[in-house]
C-alpha cells in the first residue's frame, strides 16, 4: 500500500528499537483486518482499558467501532512491542493541557519511554512513534461542501492559497492543510481548542516551516493526505 511506510499486517511485529534523537517511526494500518499484529480485532476489547472501552462502546456506527478497535488494537501491539510488555499491560495517562492546565492533554505512557500519535480515516490508520513530541494525521478528501465550510477557518493566507486554486483543485489543498494543522496541534497536545487559524502550515506541496517543529507531508494512497509534526531538538 505505502511503501515507504512500515505496514502493520496481521504478524506480529518486530518494530525494534525505540527511534532516539530526531527519529521516527510510522506505521500504516488497513484498519478493516480481521487480524492486527497477530491479535483478533473481534477480541481487541479485552486488551483495552476501561476508558477505550467506553469510547468504543459510544461509537453507534459498526464501521466506525471496528476502526477504533483496530487502530487502538495496533497501537497498544506497537507500543507493547517498543516497550517490551504485552498490548493488554500498556497503561496510559493524560499530559496537562496546554491551554488550561488541565489533565486532558496529549496522551501518554505511564512512565514515558516513547512518545506517540494515532490517526485514522476512512479505513486507514497511521501511527507514529518517536523519543520526542510528535504528531502524526491522515485525512480523506473532503467534499466541496467541506471546502466551502472549513476554508473559512484557515489562516488567512491558507484561505486565499486554496480559494485562488480550480475548484478540483481545492479538495486536494484543503486535506492537506488540514492534515498538517491536525499534525501540529496532535503534537503540542492545544487540539482544536484555539480554533485552525494557527499555525500557518500552507497549502503548497511543501509545508511552511512551523518554528519548533519539523513538519512533513507523508506518503499517502490516493484520495487521502497525511503529514507528520515532530518537535525539533
Sequence with gaps: MIEELNRLDGAAPLPGEIPAGSGTAVWALDTTREVVGGHAVAGAAALLDAEERGRADRLLRPGDRRTYLAS?????VLLGGYLGVAPGEVRFVREDCPN??????????????????????GDLAYLAFAGVPVGVDVEGLPSAAAVADVLSALHPEERAEVAALPEDGRRTALARVWARKEA?????????????????????????????????????????????ALRTL
Excluded at 72 to 76: N, S, V
Excluded at 197 to 214: K, Q
Design 100 to 121: 488550561c492546565g488541565g489533565p486532558h492533554g496529549r496522551p501518554a505512557v505511564a512512565g514515558g519511554g516513547v512518545h506517540f500519535s494515532l490517526s485514522h480515516s
Design 72 to 76: 487502538h488494537l495496533g497501537l497498544r
Design 184 to 228: 501540529c496541534l496532535k503534537a503540542t497536545g492545544a487540539g482544536l481548542a484555539e480554533g485552525l487559524v494557527e499555525p500557518y502550515v500552507g497549502s503548497a506541496p511543501a509545508p511552511a516551516p512551523v518554528p519548533g517543529w519539523s513538519l512533513r507531508d507523508l506518503p499517502a494512497p490516493p484520495g487521502y493526505a497525511a503529514a507528520l
